[in-house]
């Protein structure tokens, strides 16, 4: 399981993800988000594109269920960890996960490929034209699901001395509006974490889209 790379070299933000991950051993927990366990389980396997897959355990999880993933991120770090936990696993995940490094702001995956696209916590900006989210919808397969989870960011305020402002990012309902019709909204809501938030943040609460585009 190696990574390969998926349209343009990422750019300068790729070096500040790679920092981030190396700032500390392992980031994340290991385990699978709860919300993807939760609204996956059940769908029929197939082709999985898992965004922004950081140390792999969602992308791994699809595989032992039967998924074909592929697993994207911006930080090499990451993916090299990711691939390493996966080299450790048994020998039956081979070839069920590909590892690509890609900026998927800047070139979108294919269009009508993916049975399921799970973007979790991932930042996605807004930008003009959409083009970013644009090219996630697209990326959904006719009869395919599409699974936006994100922190609750309603109520919070811009931080200048970071450069975060909530604003700046999709929120549920935003990419509900971008969905053409012959979608189906299963689900659109806001539910208090099952787990602890990440380190040094305060998120008590998830938001979940989960649509369904026709066949």
């Not at 090219?135 to 305020?157: E, R």
Request: aromatic share 8%; charged share 20%; hydrophobic share 40%.
């Amino acid at each position: 399981m190696m990574t390969r790379q998926y349209g343009p070299v990422p750019g300068p933000s790729a070096q500040s993800w790679d920092a981030m991950y190396r700032s500390r051993d392992q980031v994340f927990s290991g385990a699978p988000n709860p919300v993807l366990v939760g609204e996956v389980t059940g769908l029929p396997p197939g082709q999985a594109l898992d965004v922004g897959c950081g140390e792999g355990a969602d992308a791994l999880w699809l595989a032992r269920r039967g998924w074909q993933v592929t697993a994207v991120d911006i930080s090499r770090v990451a993916l090299q960890r990711a691939a390493a936990a996966a080299a450790d696993l048994a020998t039956g995940l081979a070839g069920r996960v590909a590892w690509a490094r890609a900026d998927l702001t800047a070139a979108p995956p294919p269009a009508d490929a993916f049975d399921l696209v799970s973007v979790q916590y991932f930042p996605l900006r807004r930008e003009p034209g959409h083009t970013a989210l644009r090219g996630l919808l697209k990326a959904v397969a006719p009869g395919g699901t599409l699974l936006f989870v994100g922190h609750d960011l309603s109520g919070l305020t811009p931080r200048p001395e970071d450069g975060f402002d909530p604003a700046d990012y999709y929120g549920p309902d935003e990419v509900a509006q971008f969905l053409a019709p012959g979608w189906s909204v299963q689900c659109n809501e806001t539910r208090p974490r099952t787990t602890p938030p990440p380190a040094g943040a305060h998120h008590t609460h998830d938001t979940v889209l989960r649509a369904r585009r026709a066949r």
